[in-house]
């Protein structure tokens, strides 16, 4: 069983910065595809990117490209949302989560998740 565990969620102000991580056991990263999600109250949940076992594809939510950057650690058997100008609407629970197979944004294909970390962009 894959156990993932977020951390580094917090409160920030709009146009901050913060850096998501979530660390794994239980199985080697390496055959995994990893994703992040996060679900904002009363809203649905939303894929927001992904990156490829090996880190060479990374796909993105239009909403968070080019400020968000997904990377991966696998011999620390990490992977990490950097998300810079942040904005409001980014607040939201946010989750990883891990699959085998292809990197994209569909939670149903995922089958191992984590807690979840809040994030709170608000002046």
């Known amino acids: 069983q894959l156990h993932l565990v977020e951390s580094g969620g917090g409160a920030v102000q709009p146009g901050g910065s913060l850096r998501l991580s979530c660390a794994a056991s239980?199985?080697?990263?390496?055959?995994?595809?990893l994703g992040w999600f996060r679900q904002a109250p009363g809203k649905e949940r939303e894929g927001v990117a992904c990156?490829?076992?090996?880190?060479?594809?990374?796909n993105y939510a239009d909403s968070v490209k080019g400020r968000f950057t997904i990377s991966r650690d696998n011999a620390k058997k990490t992977v990490f949302l950097q998300m810079n100008s942040l904005k409001p609407e980014d607040t939201a629970v946010y989750y990883c989560?891990?699959?085998?197979?292809?990197?994209?944004?569909?939670?149903?294909?995922?089958?191992?998740w984590g807690q979840g970390t809040q994030v709170t962009v608000s002046s």
């Open positions: 990156i490829s076992t090996g880190g060479e594809v990374a």
């Open positions: 989560a891990a699959r085998k197979g292809l990197c994209n944004l569909y939670g149903d294909y995922y089958d191992y």
């Open positions: 239980g199985f080697p990263l390496d055959v995994f595809t």
